[in-house]
């Protein structure tokens, strides 16, 4: 209960007050503190009773000195009667437990005092007053006072004993053995709370303990490295990185934590980098060849500790030296390639089962038999190509109209066009359509050519390191610079005096993307086919000649686009993702003529109706269903076309159509010259067998070649070259294609023992009776217009051609000069070099910044 004013009347001074009201609190309090009372809460009443007190002798009996001594000296009784008595007779273990103890309980024992002499602090500690041993003036809290005595009179005589104590259970708790926390940190704490200055802790105590963590760790690196792996050690490394962390926050002070890094940086990894990266077994190499994304994700986190010319640069720089090493070896097999295999048919189920029949018969019989097979002849289509863009004379004064009537540039140079299969099922009888169903990605890379298992390999190379530079680097940009170099070098590297690597790699990647829009898994556009456009764009960005690429990817595509005629392609949306990643990699001015090949596709179905319609309303009857693609000359590739002289029933359709178009296609009184584009047409062509009746789909000039072997007639490789109007070589080609996998034609004396396996040009040929086919559709392959030789000849040409390095302003003035629709501004032209260069397709000379040169 609170003291009475009467009570502190009878106060006489601090002594009276000390031994009847002050002394039986303190005992209480210590009691309490110790936990020997039920109730360890001093309460509220206590405290007013106390303050009271001293408020008392302060204010009212003006004993303030004799009341501030009185305070101090209860703090001087508790050390060395209750502490001291207690530490004296303990030594090692036993001792720190105590001393941890003691200093925790005179923590609250301090605060506690503190607040009952709270008034006293306010009025007199306030202010200066002699200190210390040395007795200077200085301002020092009530709670100041009490450390300073705890430090003199417990900590000061026993503090070589406890620096060496508290070593001794860090080196036990560094080993493994338990450590009582709490008692660690209230023994750490005791370096820290009594020295302000904090000299105590870094000389006697933190100096200590990291001159024993590096001696520790020198000697557990050398022992580890001799017995374990890289990977084992960087588990323990950060095993240790992670224990020395945590001491730190159990019981050192926050700042020891860059220091004590530090030394394990130096032990562990700055002293072993050597061993880390060249171990053969498991070094850092060996983790990148073996495809360990966790072992080389914690090299690379133990590395970023260090300076980045110590560590991380050097992993960079083998990392670089690994992917070209892995790559030039790769592209070693780039001679080994076998050319695509054309000329070999193949049925639409792609798989014929054809069953050819050798049998010995009469010759009666088999004049017999001549005679009951025929051809029936139906033309699918042909493509034609027309001119559509107005030209403006520079100069003029006015707008001339001009008919176009050049197809083909002389400067263009032709792209090898490329032997494809199309991947067709029979859905019914006589009927066939494309497969749409959707089919695992995986699955169709298994079935690509050995052009596109080579791309595929690229593709994983880029897709291993870059899973590397993700997930174990963090993204690092340094390594994604040592991806896009390491690729870029063995990508572009030249293989002999005439060409360039680079012009394989484009064309070889455009037959990848050609055969993986052809497979099933194009159908079924999903988040994988999208990353695998994603991936092909990146590794054409490492390609310095994208020209290339360019050329060939158009010229497959405008043969994909064909190749469906006028109905959808099952793989439009695959497409059309592609060339949008195309766009946003390279740009618009790249992917132009792709998007444009779709638009003139789009508008076939509407022209094909007015065709059909068209004929209908004229009452002509060709005999056969006619299905014309209208191309606009300057959105396609450049065809080559070869000129055939064409049946009377053809060249009529032919005719009717020229006449359809020019009567409906006049815009604006312009007429518009078409021509007609053979290579790329196609037709169906229904042969009557003895037993059955199959439809082969074929290119023009070989279903010509077919039906001249209509109603059992023969022929010589001669008599059909001089029929069509086109070479024997090119004759031979197309019927050396008609008696591949599937024996459409064979030579008449073919069971004769004059026969032999070399086709000759007057070997005479006739239609093979013996065949049987159990399918109704198959697709001839076509024949590849250009070979490997002349698409060689081409590339020389088009390096030829190229000019590598220009004046800036002569490539303006250039550039204005050939331009002739419009009349562009310098700025203009200079905005598309910036653009080029900023795109990788010209950059500024080093030596010489006015010049530019040619580098895509």
Same mark, same amino acid.
């Given at each position: 209960m ?45 405290l ?52 941890a ?113 590096k ?21 323990k ?37 050597q ?43 083998d ?22 295999k ?39 289509g ?16 006015k ?12 400067d ?26 959707a ?26 390191y ?34 360039d ?109 007015k ?34 002289n ?35 047409g %196609?037709?169906? $062509? *229904? ?6 009746k199959? #439809?082969?789909?074929? +290119?023009? &000039?070989?279903? !010509? ?32 294609s008609l ?74 003035? %250039?550039?204005? $000069? *050939? ?7 310098? #700025?203009?032209?200079? +905005?598309? &070099?910036?653009? !080029? ?20």
């Open positions: 609170a003291i009475s004013h009467s009570e502190l009347n009878l106060i006489e001074n601090v002594n009276d007050a000390w031994t009847r009201y002050l002394k039986p609190a303190i005992d209480d309090i210590k009691q309490r503190i110790e936990g020997e009372v039920k109730d360890q809460k001093f309460s509220i009443n206590h007013m009773r106390f303050t009271n007190i001293v408020g008392h002798l302060i204010q009212e009996l003006n004993f303030t000195n004799e009341v501030a001594e009185l305070a101090l000296n209860i703090f001087v009784d508790n050390c060395e009667n209750d502490i001291n008595t207690i530490l004296n007779p303990l030594k090692d273990g036993p001792f720190l437990l105590e001393l103890r003691s200093w925790q309980k005179y923590k609250i024992f301090t605060k506690i005092i503190c607040l009952l002499f709270k008034y006293l602090d306010n009025v007199y500690f306030k202010f200066e007053h002699p200190t210390g041993k040395d007795g200077e003036m200085r301002v020092q809290t009530l709670q100041q006072r009490a450390y300073d005595i705890f430090r003199d009179r417990v900590f000061v005589n026993r503090i070589d004993q406890i620096q060496n104590l508290v070593l001794h259970f860090i080196d036990r708790d560094r080993i493994g053995e338990q450590v009582d926390n709490t008692m660690m940190k209230n023994a750490v704490e005791l370096f820290i709370a009594l020295d302000p200055s904090l000299v105590q802790f870094y000389e006697s105590l933190e100096n200590q303990f990291l001159n024993r963590a001696v520790y760790y020198h000697q557990f690196a050398h022992r580890t490295i001799e017995t374990d792996t890289v990977p084992e050690y960087m588990i490394c950060e095993a240790a990185f992670g224990k020395e962390n945590q001491r730190v926050a159990n019981y050192m002070n926050p700042i020891t934590h860059q220091k004590i890094r530090k030394v394990l940086d130096d032990e562990l990894l700055e002293n072993q980098t061993i880390l990266f060249n171990w053969q077994q498991s070094g850092f190499l060996a983790l990148v060849e073996e495809d360990k994304i966790d072992d080389l994700g914690r090299m690379y986190r133990l590395m970023t500790h260090l300076d980045n010319a110590l560590g991380i640069n050097l992993m960079a720089q990392f670089q030296t690994h992917i070209q090493s892995v790559g030039q070896n790769l592209m070693n097999q780039i001679d080994e390639l076998e050319e695509k054309t000329g070999q048919a193949e049925d639409i189920d792609q798989d014929p089962n054809i069953e050819i029949i050798k049998e010995k018969k009469a010759p009666a019989k088999k004049k017999q038999e001549k005679k009951s097979s025929g051809i029936e002849k139906d033309d699918k042909e493509e034609l190509e027309q001119k559509q863009e107005q030209e403006q004379v520079v100069g003029a004064k707008k001339k109209k001009k008919k176009k009537t050049a197809l083909i540039r002389d263009e140079v032709d792209e090898a066009p490329i032997g494809t299969e199309v991947k067709i099922v029979e859905a019914g009888e006589g009927e066939a359509v494309v497969e749409a169903k089919g695992g990605l995986q699955n169709e890379i298994e079935k690509l050519s050995q052009v596109s298992t080579f791309v595929e390999q690229i593709l994983n190379l880029y897709r291993r870059n899973r590397m530079y993700v997930e174990s680097f963090q993204k690092y940009t340094k390594f994604n610079d040592c991806i896009e170099a390491a690729f870029s070098d063995f990508l572009n590297r030249p293989t002999d005096e005439f060409s690597q680079k012009f394989v790699i484009g064309r070889v990647l455009a037959i990848y993307v050609n055969e993986l829009m052809k497979s099933q898994a194009a159908t079924a556009l999903d988040d994988q086919i999208k990353t695998r456009f994603h991936e092909i764009a990146t590794i054409l960005k490492f390609i310095r000649d994208k020209d290339t690429f360019e050329l060939s990817n158009q010229y497959l595509l405008s043969c994909r686009i064909l190749d469906e005629g006028v109905g959808t392609m099952v793989q439009r949306a695959a497409e059309e993702a592609f060339i949008f990643e195309l766009k946003e990699t390279f740009g618009v001015v790249f992917t132009f003529k792709l998007k444009a090949m779709f638009e003139d596709h789009e508008k076939q179905t509407e022209a094909q109706i065709i059909d319609k068209y004929l209908i309303n004229q009452s002509k009857t060709l005999g056969y269903k006619l299905q014309v693609q209208i191309l606009t000359k300057s959105n396609w590739p450049k065809f080559q076309n070869i000129k055939i064409l049946p009377d029933y053809l060249r009529q359709g032919l005719s009717e159509f020229e006449q359809f178009y020019k009567e409906t296609s006049k815009i604006d009184n312009v007429e518009r010259s078409l021509e007609w584009i053979h290579s790329q %196609s037709m169906k $062509v *229904q042969v009557q067998f003895s037993e059955n199959c #439809n082969f789909i074929m +290119q023009v &000039i070989q279903a !010509l070649v077919l039906l001249f072997f209509a109603n059992g007639a023969t022929q010589t490789i001669g008599g059909i070259a001089s029929q069509l109007g086109i070479e024997k070589t090119e004759a031979r080609r197309n019927i050396d008696m591949g996998k599937i024996p459409l034609l064979v030579k008449v004396n073919s069971g004769s023992e004059e026969d032999g396996n070399e086709l000759k040009d007057d070997d005479e040929l006739m239609l093979n009776k013996q065949l049987h086919p159990k399918k109704k559709s198959f697709k001839i392959p076509g024949i590849p217009l250009l070979n490997e030789e002349v698409t060689g000849k081409q590339n020389q040409l088009l390096i030829k051609d190229r000019k590598v390095q220009i004046d800036s302003q002569q490539l303006v003035n %250039s550039t204005i $000069v *050939q331009i002739t629709s419009f009349h562009p501004s310098s #700025n203009n032209v200079r +905005q598309q &070099i910036e653009s !080029l260069i900023s795109r990788g397709y010209l950059k500024r000379n080093d030596a010489n910044m006015q010049l530019i040169d040619y580098v895509a």
